[in-house]
């Protein structure tokens, strides 16, 4: 199809409307900053069920937006539609937006949700690879997009050395038992490191011990992800626990210390002497999380919430695992909601 034609093909909207609700992911550490295989970076993490970036769509002459974080959304808005050739826009309500710059995935979230929103409602289906794609995201962790695609506890194979603009590709991808919980320690007051200070802190990295890498691989292989299979909480969360040990201490020098926030860190430490595994921060933090067993979960919730009651920084919050994608939620077909006002 020309470009031509293609334009022609999304001026005229084909829904009257979308919803898209896109969940917030957990990152639970990178196995390979070395790279030596030719592959680097490669992660693993988990989709959240109750944290989410919703925003609902109808089409428009132009891209305008309201609610959170409306300005971003705008924007990704506007660069699907220029990388699809669509020359019309959508006004976009954000309805709920996960916390920006606390370790959740706000960013690629976001891209994907307006991106959708955008391209779906003008009848384009590029899937989520390709919109990350056009919008610069998941440049180290594909977490996110599977995050979107399918929910659950996701192990991305890192991105291949020549081929910068592809997204990780997802290699493995397992249920979230429902009988786990995590327990999320939020810092409101701290933000994780994003953008230019983020690729500014990558370049400052000493290189990553390459027998340390292959241990973390074949700790996920021959550990984690066994025990994920059997639900064998105190072994999935050992293994998670030593990720995390790894990777925070090597980007201690850059974030100060082996966790973002000092506050969080202190509650990581108290839920540690306390017996619970699974412990760690996701991405650049400051957002702590740690696994529990879903009938301790209350109990611990309600713990924390006394020890910390004089903390107005500190928050706490028990979800479950994610084990399905986004949600797109698609309005009439505009062809038939004209005939249904015609009737």
């Known amino acids: 199809m020309d470009s031509g034609s293609n334009l022609r093909r999304h001026r005229r909207p084909a829904l009257t409307a979308i919803e898209v609700a896109v969940p917030a992911r957990l990152h ?12 680097r970076f490669g992660s693993i993490g988990l989709a959240l069920e109750g944290i989410e970036t919703r925003l609902a769509a109808v089409p428009a002459d ?41 370790g959740l995935g706000s960013g690629t979230q976001m891209g994907l949700a307006a991106g959708t929103a955008l391209a779906r409602l003008y009848g384009a289906d590029p899937g989520a690879r390709a919109i990350a794609m056009m919008l610069g995201r998941g440049e180290r962790s594909g977490i996110g997009i599977g995050a979107f695609e399918q929910g659950g506890v996701l192990v991305d194979g890192g991105r291949k050395t020549g081929a ?12 979230f038992p429902p009988e786990w919980r995590v327990l999320l320690v939020f810092d ?19 290189p990553f011990p390459p027998e340390r890498a292959a241990h973390l691989c074949r700790l996920v292989l021959m550990a984690v992800l066994p025990a994920l299979a059997e639900k064998d909480l105190a072994t999935f969360g050992a293994g998670i626990a030593e990720i995390q040990n790894a990777v925070g201490d090597h980007f ?19 839920l540690a002497a306390e017996g619970i595994s699974g412990l760690g921060q996701s991405s650049w933090g400051p957002t702590g999380f740690a696994f529990v067993e879903a009938g301790a979960a209350d109990g611990l919730l309600a713990a924390c919430e006394r020890k910390w009651a004089g903390d107005g920084r500190l928050r706490f919050m028990i ?3 994610r084990n399905e994608g986004g949600r797109v939620a698609q309005g009439f077909p505009a062809a038939a909601a004209s005939d249904a006002r015609r009737r």
């Open 62 to 102: 132009a891209v305008t937006a309201t609610g959170p974080c409306a300005e971003r959304a705008a924007d990704f808005a506007r660069r699907v539609a220029a990388a699809l050739g669509i020359p019309a826009g959508a006004d976009l309500t954000v309805l709920e937006a996960i916390p920006e710059h606390a």
């Open 252 to 270: 201690a020098p850059v974030q100060g210390g082996r966790f973002a926030s000092p506050r969080v860190a202190e509650v990581l430490a108290w």
């Open 188 to 206: 409101d007051a701290t933000r994780g490191l994003f953008g230019e200070a983020e690729a500014e802190a990558f370049r400052r990295l000493p």
């Open 28 to 39: 639970l550490g990178f196995l390979d900053l070395e790279g030596g295989l030719g592959r």
């Open 319 to 321: 979800c479950r695992g």
């Open 164 to 175: 910068e603009t592809e997204p990780a590709p997802i290699v493995s991808r397992m249920e």
